[in-house]
Structures are given as structure tokens and as C-alpha cells.
T-cell receptor, first 115, second 115 residues
Framework: DGGITQSPKYLFRKEGQNVTLSCEQN?????MYWYRQDPGQGLRLIYY???????QKGDIAEGYSVSREKKESFPLTVTSAQKNPTAFYLC??????????????FGQGTRLTVV | GNSVTQMEGPVTLSEEAFLTINCTYT??????LFWYVQYPGEGLQLLLK?????DKGSNKGFEATYRKETTSFHLEKGSVQVSDSAVYFC??????????????FGAGTRLAVHP
């Protein structure tokens, strides 16, 4: 079955450490996205990538980094510079280009907790 | 800029009650509108969408009509079930704002349905 796989489902990090969240898709989508979800708030865009080897900052990119070396993979690193990293992180993918009715497919999410 | 506003939750209903979750939007272009649903501990799933004014999206008994004159996309269901308990997100996509297919989400509305 095609879909998006995020791992791990739960992640604990000590303060000052970098951690990397995995996101893999087999939908053959060019575009991939990382969102952050906090309680009682909507999803906020961290980074997005429209094509391999290219990515752009979203609304809250500070303290995060990404890479897009393969079409299928878009890992997110939460660095020690992120002041409040405890949140639920969602990866999504879609076809790219200027299509207004494009559906985004989401992974199951990774819950990151700083201890 | 573009934005989405949803009614605050939680919304608590008895089984078989009528559901309305209000959603209004602000957009500079001609957005597509979406409703996503998130079940506990999971990612988001597309529930329905509408791509132009007066379109009605429908799925699983839910429906919403794209009203350009009132900039609204309210979600309705005639008879809710316990299994409908989830968080519902209204979102818009305006690919001509920023040059890519960016989804903008509302804060989400939690629905709890009791037997």
C-alpha cells in the first residue's frame, strides 16, 4: 500500500541534543512538507520541498533543518537551537506544481518530548 | 494574508444529533477549501474538499459548501456517530500565493459524541 511512514512514533530528547525525525513516502510525490502541531493550535509549516535537492523555509523554520537527497525521503532535524521542541510533528506529501485542488497525504506523526 | 478561522471547541453532542462546525476564511486569490479529520494519536486524513465557489464536497455523510459571498465552508452532518469523535481542521490552499501549494489550517475543532 502507498503511503507516508514517520518514525519513531514517540521520541524523547534531552535538552541540548539534536534529534532527527524520519519521513518516507512511496506515493511518487514530488512535494513534501513538515508541520508542527501544538495543543489547541492548527498546524504550522516548518519546511517544504517541491523537488529533490531543493527546500524552503516555512513559517517557523528557526531551530530546524531538513534535507531532500531522495524523492522518497525528507528527514527533519530538531536542533538544540529550537527553544520549545516538545510537540507533535507531522510529515505530508502531495503532487507538486500550481494545482489548487491538490490533496496532501499525512503520516501518523511523531510525538517529541524534551526531558 | 490568507487565514482560516474555525469555531472553538470542544463540541459535545449526543449520537444522532446534527453537527455544524463553522469555518470562515480570508484569501487574496481563489483558494481551494478542505476539511481534514484527525483521530486520536494519528495524522490527518482528507475528509472532503471543494475547489470553486458553490461546489459542495461530501464524504461519509459529511458535507460542506464553498460560499464565496460569505467566505465560509461550514462542515455539516445530519446524524453523528460515536465514531465521528475526532478533531476537525478546516484548511485552504492558494497556490498563487507564494508560488507553491501551501495549506493553511484553522486551529481545529474537537468533536466528542456520546452514546
Amino acid at each position: 500500500d502507498g503511503g507516508i511512514t514517520q518514525s519513531p512514533k514517540y521520541l524523547f530528547r534531552k535538552e541540548g541534543q539534536n534529534v532527527t525525525l524520519s519521513c518516507e513516502q512511496n506515493l511518487n510525490h514530488d512535494a513534501m512538507y513538515w508541520y508542527r502541531q501544538d495543543p489547541g493550535q492548527g498546524l504550522r509549516l516548518i519546511y517544504y520541498s517541491q523537488i529533490v535537492n531543493d527546500f524552503q523555509k516555512g513559517d517557523i523554520a528557526e531551530g530546524y533543518s531538513v534535507s531532500r537527497e531522495k524523492k522518497e525521503s525528507f528527514p527533519l532535524t530538531v536542533t538544540s537551537a529550537q527553544k520549545n521542541p516538545t510537540a507533535f510533528y507531522l510529515c505530508a506529501s502531495s503532487i507538486a506544481g500550481l494545482h489548487s485542488n491538490v490533496e496532501a497525504f499525512f503520516g501518523q506523526g511523531t510525538r517529541l518530548t524534551v526531558v | 494574508g490568507n487565514s482560516v478561522t474555525q469555531m472553538e471547541g470542544p463540541v459535545t453532542l449526543s449520537e444522532e444529533a446534527f453537527l455544524t462546525i463553522n469555518c470562515t476564511y480570508t484569501a487574496t486569490g481563489y483558494p481551494s477549501l478542505f476539511w481534514y479529520v484527525q483521530y486520536p494519536g494519528e495524522g490527518l486524513q482528507l475528509l472532503l474538499k471543494a475547489t470553486k465557489a458553490d461546489d459542495k464536497g461530501s464524504n461519509k455523510g459529511f458535507e460542506a459548501t464553498y460560499r464565496k459571498e460569505t467566505t465560509s465552508f461550514h462542515l455539516e452532518k445530519g446524524s453523528v456517530q460515536v465514531s465521528d469523535s475526532a478533531v476537525y481542521f478546516c484548511a485552504l490552499s492558494d497556490p498563487f500565493s507564494g508560488g507553491y501549494n501551501k495549506l493553511i489550517f484553522g486551529a481545529g475543532t474537537r468533536l466528542a459524541v456520546h452514546p
